[in-house]
């Protein structure tokens, strides 16, 4: 068992008669001049156009016996996108270079092109390949995914693959289902743009995965992909696509970054409560006369058999948060066919019931666990008993998300002569005037980037993406920025620049500190020299509203004027070690701090407001600039080691 085996003659006579390759169930087809790869184990047969975008244009669940993939010709399965560069994008009808894969255990292809027209969100050099598997026995279609940088520049890109699906041939059947922190989100086609339909975008993905499901025929495709750099769930519901937006990831030259879909057709499921590459759940809650409550459990393996399979069930009421925990329920094995196990219980509750589900058992020998939620509403709405993202009666936190970003290891903080600042700038930014206060101490605003809200949310329009880069400068401001705008690897990337010796400046406004979620960065508030104490820390100052020396050594009572006024400024509290330069009345105004070798400053006034009779606002006095300047110089100062 488990070993290769040379194919006996006959089965080799039959390959060279089909034109498979030996046992892998792929081949090379010419047809009208085009070439196409074929890929069938008998469960499940597919057709790649590598001319055309290596786009699947046949997808044929046998138990279905009908072509999944969106029926008019510029659609299919599995094309290549990136957002920024506009749809369709250059690789949608690009030709692909290809190879049919020798693995004897796995029937596939492994497909790749590089972008070549150079834009902004997508330089030129980036390579693709994709492997496309469906290996002997499953009905589970697996498509690997690598990103590479062929070129010398480090470049950040977000890639987003695209599925034009047709479950059934049906297109007004189909039913899209996305995992989301305010529940299930249900969507389905629409001619044009409505709320009856649901929301095109889910910006709050909890799970990765999505489904697609004909509710007529209850058959469906699930889709389960990395939940760690799934971004945004998209369906244009117009024209029956399944998307999902990656989070941007940078590649250093000669990088490279891999993630996998897995795309598994089941039928005989009415709705889809939960996908993973284990299993694929329908759940439903039925409440009878007496008061019993009885939890029905609808599972599908979703690539080989499961065993000892357990249920816990436990149901709480949203409104009185009383909860109810069931009989454990079991299920010996559960295959490719749906299995139901159901267990209940007299609880007197029949709407507003969540369910937490929690399935363990073991595939292929090795032990698997999932949980996952579901929500019965008691009263039907739109034909189905779930909980629609029109609901705000339940809300759960999404699961810290854990990528891997580019190590530094190897190198140093090595900060330009003079010294030079990068600079992350919001709204009303300008007005703090960093640049002449740089200037004022011989240092050199080298980088801006800029805030912007768009469709793929808040960031910056630039950021060094690089450590060598990153290393170079002296200072990294952070003015008036969204919390969203500074995403997990500008986390990752700040921490390890403080950490070895960089100076980290932070000023406040209406989108920074608490208004802007700053409480919510959770790689990079370690650091702060304060607590930011959430999103209702904007404060009126307290009258006059003067700036006063504070205990730290940075400034003197000379710096400051009586008649200089600030008007409103972000409530902190101080860390163990932080310093109060200035302050008002008893709020710290300026507080330093240091964390690593590097040092931390942070401005707790802002820019808004209007002046009292005989005052000026502090960003607009003449000395402003020299006061901010000594900051700037404390925090690129040379540290001790």
């Known amino acids: 068992m488990g070993l290769l085996r040379p194919a006996p003659i006959f089965a080799l006579l039959l390959i060279a008669a089909t034109g498979l390759r030996a046992g892998d169930g792929a081949r090379e087809v010419k047809e009208a001049g085009q070439t196409y790869i074929d890929l069938d184990n008998g469960l499940i047969a597919l057709r790649i156009a590598p001319e055309r975008g290596a786009r699947i244009i046949r997808f044929t669940p046998k138990f279905s016996g009908k072509n999944w993939v969106h029926p008019e010709p510029t659609y299919g399965m599995a094309l290549d996108h990136f957002a920024g560069q506009g749809f369709p994008g250059e690789l949608d009808k690009a030709t692909y270079q290809h190879r049919v894969l020798p693995d004897y255990q796995a029937g596939g292809v492994e497909l790749w092109a590089r972008t070549a027209q150079g834009t902004r969100a997508v330089p030129a050099g980036i390579e693709l390949r994709k492997r496309i598997t469906l290996a002997p026995g499953t009905d589970t279609v697996a498509i690997g995914y690598t990103l590479a940088n062929t070129t010398t520049n480090a470049f950040r890109v977000a890639f987003m693959p695209k599925f034009d699906v047709f479950i059934s041939g049906d297109r007004a059947e189909n039913y899209y289902y996305r995992p989301s922190a305010k529940g299930l989100d249900i969507a389905w086609p629409g001619e044009v743009e409505s709320k009856d339909h649901g929301d095109h975008y889910l910006k709050n993905p909890i799970s990765g995965w999505t489904a697609a499901l004909n509710r007529k025929t209850r058959e469906g495709l699930a889709f389960v992909m990395d939940y760690n750099y799934l971004q945004w769930f998209y369906n244009c519901l117009p024209y029956n696509t399944v998307e999902w937006l990656y989070a941007p990831v940078s590649l250093q030259p000669g990088a490279s970054w891999k993630t996998e879909v897995k795309l598994v057709p089941f039928h005989g499921l009415t709705n889809i409560t939960f996908a993973s590459a284990n299993l694929i759940a329908d759940t439903e809650v039925a409440v009878a006369a007496g008061g019993v409550v009885s939890v029905q459990h609808h599972l599908r393996a979703a690539e080989g058999a499961l065993t000892g399979v357990k249920l816990k069930t436990r149901l709480r009421q949203i409104a009185t948060l009383k909860e109810y925990a069931f009989p454990e329920a079991e299920a010996k094995q559960i295959g490719a066919e749906p299995s139901t196990v159901t267990t209940s219980q007299t609880i007197h509750e029949d709407s507003g019931l969540t369910a937490t589900i929690q399935v363990a058992g073991r595939k292929n020998g090795q032990s698997f666990s999932e949980e996952y939620d579901y929500y019965h509403r008691g009263v039907k709405g739109g034909g189905f008993d779930l909980l629609a993202s029109s609901e705000r009666g339940y809300t759960k936190t999404p699961p810290r998300k854990i990528k891997k970003f580019a190590d530094p290891a190897g190198l140093t903080f090595a900060p330009e002569k003079p010294p030079t600042i990068f600079e992350m700038r919001g709204l009303y ?139 409103w400024l972000h409530d902190v509290e101080l860390k163990p070690g932080a310093q109060i330069e200035a302050s008002v009345d008893k709020f710290p105004f300026t507080v330093t701090g240091q964390y690593g070798q590097g040092r931390v400053a942070a401005v707790c006034g802002t820019v808004l407001g209007t002046p009292t009779k005989d005052h000026e606002l502090f960003w607009q006095q003449s000395e402003w600039p020299t006061i901010l300047g000594k900051l700037l110089n404390w925090l690129a100062a040379e540290k001790s080691q």
Do not use: C
Request: proline share 5%.
């Open 429 to 567: 930014g300008k007005l703090y005037r960093s640049q002449e206060a740089a200037e004022k101490v011989g240092m050199k605003m080298a980088g801006i980037g800029y805030a912007r809200a768009s469709w793929d949310g808040h960031s910056v329009s630039a950021f060094p993406f690089d450590f060598k880069e990153l290393f170079k400068f002296s200072v990294i401001i952070i003015n008036n920025i969204d919390g969203t705008a500074v995403d997990d690897e500008m986390q990752f990337m700040l921490r390890h620049y403080v950490h070895s010796g960089g100076g980290l400046l932070l000023l406040g406004g209406y989108y920074g500190f608490g208004a802007g979620g700053w409480n919510e960065l959770d790689d990079l508030k370690e650091l702060f020299p304060i607590r930011v104490k959430g999103p209702f820390d904007l404060k009126p100052a307290p009258e006059p509203g003067v700036i006063t020396d504070g205990a730290g050594p940075l400034y003197n009572a000379k710096d400051f004027s009586g008649t200089v006024q600030i008007r």
